[in-house]
């Protein structure tokens, strides 16, 4: 009678070859997640910029001064238009924020704000938009 001890070397190649793609899915998975970080990391920043733009033209709105350029109807958010775009820098990137303004219900006015990654440059953008009271 002949005693069978251990694994034949097809079976070892089999499992080595299931062992392998499991490794590179995991890899590819790897790749893919430094990825997804990097452009969650890249849309953070450019909605942090968004609202400190927001915050900076609703202060404005809330003083006392007659109607500065940035808050004059008017602005563009597919160029750059004088009085309605800046450049910020965060966390080593820079970004371009073009705002536009507009009348909105009861006396306010509609800020509508777009972020775009200048550089290093990078595909998307972030728009926010709120209402200010302008008297």
Do not use: C
Request: aromatic share 8%; charged share 20%.
């Amino acid at each position: 009678m002949k005693q069978n001890n251990g694994f034949s070397l097809v079976e070892l190649m089999v499992a080595l070859v299931i062992f392998a793609f499991g490794v590179l899915a995991g890899v590819a998975l790897l790749g893919s997640g430094y990825r997804w970080e990097g452009q969650a990391e890249l849309e953070t920043q450019m909605t942090v910029a968004a609202e400190m733009k927001v915050e900076e033209l609703k202060a404005l709105a809330g003083t006392e001064l007659p109607d500065t350029v940035e808050l004059v109807p008017g602005g563009d958010l597919d160029s750059n238009t004088t009085g309605h775009w800046d450049t910020a820098e965060l966390d080593g990137r820079t970004f371009t924020r073009r705002w536009r303004i507009q009348a909105g219900p009861a006396g306010t006015r509609q800020v509508t704000v777009r972020v775009l990654p200048l550089d290093p440059p990078a595909a998307g953008y972030a728009e926010l938009w709120t209402h200010v009271l302008h008297e």
